[in-house]
């Protein structure tokens, strides 16, 4: 199993709303990432999680709070987003966090609208 | 911080013809990913450099990385519409930071 599963595939939420983002792999891999990539542009890390503990928040606003419950699954819960959140997220993993011969593994990504 | 910029922003190019991206950093690079994002895909990874000057080949793309370590470069041999998507590099030094990217169009 090579896969990053990412639910749901696409969200639709109000700016009061709370919603959740999955992402599971079952590749042992113990280094899981959040990226948000709006249109024609690159993704832009958000988290890092290494051996279920957050490793880099790259000064992401509260309204965005992730969580590694284990090492397979990885959240990101939502909470009072502004419409210039919408955006695609992206889930991705790898071996290990490492700077060195580490690939990263993406899903699909969850195309969130805040309206 | 980092920026990692590529060029062009864009490229459209007949079925058959090469294509280069290049890509460019401010800093020296301990190692460089590609990955190629197909539209509406996600990132898949192509490759990674770590030496310096190092050329690696798959099939019809040729990744280098420059000697000072600040630049890389992707060359596609004979483009096919296959090869359409978006182009990223990826700084690797100390977290996975993504150039600007390029997007090749592929007419057949």
């Known amino acids: 199993d090579t896969e990053v599963t990412q639910t749901p595939k696409h969200l639709v939420m109000g700016m009061t709303n709370k919603k959740s983002l999955k992402c599971e792999q079952h590749?042992?891999?113990?280094?899981m990432y959040w990226y948000k990539q709006k249109a024609k542009k690159p993704p832009e890390l958000m988290f890092v999680?290494?051996?279920?503990?957050?490793?880099i928040n790259e000064s992401v606003p509260s309204r965005f709070s992730p969580e590694c419950p284990n090492s397979s699954l990885l959240n990101l819960h939502l909470h009072a987003l502004q419409p210039e959140d919408s955006a695609l997220y992206l889930c991705a993993s790898s071996l290990i966090l490492s700077a060195t011969n580490e690939k990263l593994f993406f899903g699909s990504g969850t195309q969130l609208s805040v309206l | 911080g980092q920026q990692v910029m590529q060029i062009p922003q864009y490229q459209h190019v007949q079925e058959g013809e090469d294509f280069t991206t290049y890509c460019n950093s401010s800093?020296?690079?301990?190692?460089i990913q590609w990955y190629k994002q197909r539209p509406g895909g996600h990132p898949v990874f192509l490759i990674q450099l770590v030496k310096s000057g190092e050329v690696k080949k798959q099939k019809r793309l040729t990744f280098q990385f420059g000697e000072a370590k600040k630049n890389s470069s992707l060359h596609i041999t004979a483009t096919q519409t296959t090869d359409v998507g978006t182009y990223f590099c990826?700084?690797?030094?100390?977290?996975?930071?993504f150039g600007t990217g390029t997007r090749l169009q592929v007419f057949p």
């Open positions: 990826a700084d690797n030094t100390d977290k996975l930071i």
């Open positions: 590749m042992g891999h113990r280094a």
């Open positions: 999680y290494s051996y279920e503990k957050l490793s």
């Open positions: 800093t020296t690079l301990s190692n």
